[in-house]
């Protein structure tokens, strides 16, 4: 009964396909000028290709709906920003600023050095920008009418010489107007108490969002320090950032890749026209290979424009897509070159075309459902940069497919039109078969052609052909070559397992501009000097609670206390209102359990302490929100990151006081909680759907069952291999996951067809005859897509790497199934054969 279910559509399909192969050979033009002029129609979608960039970092690379997201949300609503009294760390998001980081080798708490900073300062405080030449005093942030200063040129007066006679203390220095927290301003400190020696001064000018010449002042200060003059002292170096600078970067990103379009392309058609060379004149596919590529081309063409036409964004990630269809273009051409080279040359190119089609088109529609279907169920992931991705790549192999059944199946008959008249693959004037004896050798070379294989009536096999059936195929079918192969497969699947469990999540932002911007040396600055102390973190109160009671008190005050007990957490820097606001009312013998007292008395407390004024919700005579805040230390990778958001909710969750936890950076922690969960949903779901699939269109369930293997085994050994070759699972290396999907399909997919199909009795001979079919084309289409993606290897950024380090592995594991793995474990199950049955 599976036989019937499986040979019910197969064979059917098998048919239609024949029958369109004789209706495109018959009427070729028509197949050739209808796809051109959809493709120059649905091209003029790339006219709103600015309107549909969408490259905002936040909302393509972060969840859709992470919870973090609704956190902002929540405290934005009740906690609005008091522009009068600007705190860093009540700041719903990370705000408008600039910064400069200043290192030292040896000792940076010196008067040079600190005379070169104070240079740096007063040339920050000239930057002018907009209509009216608005200064930083006459746009910054405000703390009771003063600008946010920096406590560390506070604490010396902005004079250089006093930074060697203060005793600065660790992280907290008590100033004439209070404690002031020092661990994001001085970095690489010595462990005592007393600050001797430190190698990092951090400085911030933080502006008002909403003023419009905000932006201006910010892209003038980049323009100031991107000028190496400002960047060169003897005392320190210096690095800077802004709040704009992440976006700009990477946006500037996709253009550093537009470059290398042409010389994939060259390379594309150099490859297909060099390996469809044949020495025959009239035998030669010079023109049919680049067609082919042009074929691949007018698909990404027509998706891209009908997708911008309809107005689906178009992520920077999506530029990694062209490179990706030549490759599957270029090889379903393989396989439709491969299969027309074994039709009979004596019949009509209506015959011969509707004989390829038969077999041909058949594999392709394997491959290209689950190639489609892979990028498709990509759609479901959280990430706006995968689903716009996977929207736009699905859509372009689709159109690959159909181009290269109508368009590039014209071009092959309008070639065999070429070759029956047997006419010059240059010239196209008629050329005998066979020299005359009175021409010399070299016309022979130039002027004739036409010859085929006098028993099979195909064009004659070429010499890797010949190689594979003669030599690759029987050496690989050997017993002891396949223990070899079974070992091979059995290392591998040990290294690729090993490999996994030593995955790490998450996607570094530093990556997301190029390698030589200047956001990567402030973030790798940061990272050496700035990872003691991590985000000041939010433990909002999210529904009204009666403060005054103590039993409320002391839940509160519990779950407080387990939060500085967690590992990340410092137990003693921690911002209380609650605890100020009681110290307040014992001061004046006040009972803090008496409702109205507790409510009388807090407005007088809010007005002589301004800064709590925003950490409480007071609206209507009750407190509906509120919040203090936990310093968090030591985070220094993703894993710690992870895990310290993790337990922070956690310990959220388990208080008997409903709590949340927020901070602007969690938006992008979110990813670490949902980044392998929906990898494995999409692949596992991918998954099913690839072995439906090969249960319909492949003659045999037991073959089907191979292909689903292979799918998963090139899956393991990408990831493992991914993670040992130092790439995170991330949203970038997802995309890559998904197209692992459909990749590892594409090579199995073939072979296991080819076998099933063929007619040979044994199953050594069935495995040597579907390398003999489809091995080489296989090996053309890796090659061509490795040539696809190969430039990338050379970019400036870190996703386009990525992109080429994740194919180069898809690709050559897809391979060695294909051409070794596979063709050998088929041979352990001798069913798996339309005949058997």
């Known amino acids: 009964m599976a036989g019937c279910r499986t040979d019910c559509i197969e064979e059917p399909l098998s048919m239609s396909f024949g029958s369109l192969g004789r209706f495109i050979g018959r009427h070729p033009w028509w197949f050739l000028v209808i796809p051109t002029l959809v493709s120059v129609a649905l091209g003029g979608g790339f006219y709103f290709l600015k309107d549909r960039e969408a490259n905002d970092i936040e909302e393509q690379f972060t969840p859709v709906n992470g919870p973090a997201k609704k956190e902002r949300l929540f405290v934005q609503d009740n906690f609005p920003e008091n522009d009068s009294v600007f705190s860093v760390q009540r700041l719903a998001t990370e705000g408008a600023y600039a910064s400069i980081l200043a290192v030292s080798e040896t000792n940076i708490l010196r008067r040079a050095a600190f005379e070169e900073i104070l240079s740096l300062y007063d040339d920050v405080m000239q930057i002018s920008a907009g209509v009216d030449q608005r200064k930083y005093n006459d746009i910054c942030a405000t703390v009771q009418q003063n600008c946010y200063s920096n406590a560390i040129l506070d604490i010396i007066g902005y004079n250089s010489s006093n930074i060697e006679s203060i005793n600065l203390t660790f992280p ?119 067609f082919g590529v042009f074929s691949a081309g007018l698909a990404v063409l027509s998706s891209f424009g009908l997708l911008l036409y309809v107005g689906v964004p178009f992520v920077m990630t999506v530029a990694t897509a062209p490179f990706l269809i030549l490759g599957i273009g270029v090889d379903d051409m393989f396989v439709l070159i491969a299969y027309w080279q074994k039709t009979n040359v004596h019949d009509n190119v209506e015959d011969r075309l509707a004989e390829t089609y038969k077999h041909a088109a058949v594999s392709i529609t394997i491959t290209t459902l ?132 030593n995955v790490q999540e998450g996607i570094k932002l530093k990556n997301l501009a190029s390698d030589d911007s200047y956001v990567v040396e402030y973030y790798t600055h940061e990272d050496e000097y700035f990872s003691v102390y991590g ?137 670490y ?105 296989i090996v053309q289409g890796a090659v061509s897509t490795i040539l696809g993606v190969v430039v990338l290897s050379v970019a400036e950024s870190y996703i386009f790497r990525t992109f080429f380090k994740i194919m180069l592995l898809v690709i050559s594991f897809g391979l060695v199934h294909g051409v070794v793995f596979i063709p050998v474990f088929l041979t352990f199950f001798g069913i798996c054969s339309k005949s058997d049955r």
């Open 370 to 501: 689950t190639d489609v279907l892979a990028f498709y169920i990509g759609v479901m992931t959280p990430f706006g940069s995968v689903q716009s991705f996977c929207l736009y790549t699905g859509t372009a192999v689709l159109f690959c497919y159909i181009y290269s059944i109508t368009f590039f199946g014209a071009i092959l008959a309008l070639n065999g039109k070429r070759e029956e008249s047997n006419r010059h693959w240059l010239t196209c004037m008629k050329i005998p078969k066979t020299c005359p004896p009175e021409r010399s050798r070299w016309y022979s070379i130039c002027c004739v052609g036409g010859v085929y294989d006098r028993e099979t009536k195909a064009e004659e096999a070429l010499p890797i052909n010949d190689f594979i059936k003669k030599y690759y195929g029987p050496f690989l079918t050997k017993n002891y070559t396949k223990f070899f192969v079974v070992f091979l497969y059995a290392l591998y699947l040990c290294v690729s397992i090993y490999g996994c469990s």
């Open 535 to 671: 985000p000041n973190v939010m433990v909002v109160v999210e529904k009204t609670v009666p403060y005054w009671e103590e039993s409320v008190r002391s839940n509160l005050k519990k779950c407080l206390k387990d939060f500085q007990m967690l590992t990340y957490v410092d137990q003693e820097l921690f911002t209380s209102w609650l605890d100020a606001y009681g110290a307040y009312l014992g001061k004046s013998s006040l009972d803090l359990n008496n409702k109205t007292v507790f409510m009388e008395k807090l407005p007088a407390f809010l007005k002589l302490a301004p800064a709590f004024r925003q950490d409480l919700n007071l609206t209507n005579g009750e407190i509906h929100a509120s919040r203090f805040f936990i310093q968090t230390v030591n985070i220094t990778s993703a894993l710690q990151e992870k895990n310290m958001l993790s337990e922070l909710r956690l310990t959220a969750k388990t208080c008997p006081v409903p709590l949340l936890v927020y901070h602007p950076a969690f938006i992008f922690f979110d990813q």
């Open 172 to 290: 907290m220095y008590k100033s004439s107007s209070g404690f002031v927290f020092l661990g994001s301003a001085v970095g690489g400190v010595n462990e005592s108490l007393i600050v001797e020696q430190a190698q990092a001064i951090r400085l911030f000018f933080y502006l008002q969002e909403k003023r419009p010449e905000t932006y201006l002042w910010l892209k003038e200060f980049i323009k100031l320090f991107s000028g190496e003059s400002k960047l060169k002292f003897k005392e320190v170096s210096v690095s800077y950032y802004t709040s704009i600078s992440r976006q700009q970067e990477f946006e500037a990103n996709s253009k550093t890749v537009i470059p290398l379009f042409a010389a994939t392309y060259a390379l594309a058609i150099s490859f297909s026209i060099v390996s469809c060379l044949r020495l025959d004149n009239v035998r030669n596919k010079v023109w049919v290979a680049t």
């Open 673 to 777: 909680a949902v980044i392998v969960t929906n990898t494995i949903q999409n692949i596992l779901v991918a998954t099913a759907v690839m072995l439906v699939i090969s249960l319909l269109l492949i003659p045999n369930p037991l073959c089907s069952l191979w292909v689903t293997f292979a799918i998963a085994s090139v899956i393991v050994g990408v990831a493992g291999f991914m993670a040992l070759w130092g790439v995170n699972l991330d949203s970038i290396s997802m995309i890559n996951l998904v197209i692992c999907i459909g990749f590892s399909v594409d090579f199995s997919a073939h072979i296991s067809y080819a076998f099933v199909s063929s007619s040979k009795s044994t199953v050594n001979e069935k495995a040597t005859d579907a390398l003999h079919s489809l091995g080489y084309p």
